[in-house]
């Protein structure tokens, strides 16, 4: 009896251990992956952008007058470096938001997360209990 009560304690203590755990690994991985998504993106704007203009550039300079290609290519060099540079501070920005977040250092907007966390969780607790109660009904019926 009392070996049955102290392997039920140890599996629990482990249950609980691992849970925290699991979470943090989904977490990391979660953020990787968006922050991954992001500047992957900001580099594919990047060779788009290069691309556009090595391909556009001499078909503007064949077709048009000297400065209005010049100005067009200035302007989309300038558009697509901005653009890449928008997207990669907005990566770095969000990395940098989910590490703090990780590690437990409670940046801006963490309450309202973990707020909306908690409404998820009860709401899908309700919609759980709601349906055991009508199979139960179902079942006696």
Request: proline share 4%; net charge positive.
């Amino acid at each position: 009896m009392a070996t049955d009560y102290f392997r039920q304690s140890q599996y629990q203590q482990h249950q609980t251990q691992q849970e925290p755990m699991l979470k943090s690994v989904i977490k990391a991985l979660t953020a990787g992956t968006a922050g991954g998504s992001m500047l992957l993106l900001s580099g594919l704007i990047l060779a788009g952008t290069v691309i556009a203009l090595v391909v556009a550039t001499p078909v503007l300079v064949i077709f048009s007058p000297v400065l209005v290609p010049a100005a067009t290519a200035v302007s989309l060099l300038v558009l697509g470096f901005v653009s890449s540079g928008g997207f990669g501070i907005a990566a770095l920005s969000v990395l940098a938001w989910m590490y703090r977040y990780l590690t437990g250092k409670h940046p801006i907007g963490a309450d309202q997360l973990d707020h909306a966390k908690g409404m998820l969780a009860s709401k899908a607790r309700d919609i759980k209990e709601s349906a055991q109660h009508r199979i139960e009904q179902a079942s006696a019926s």
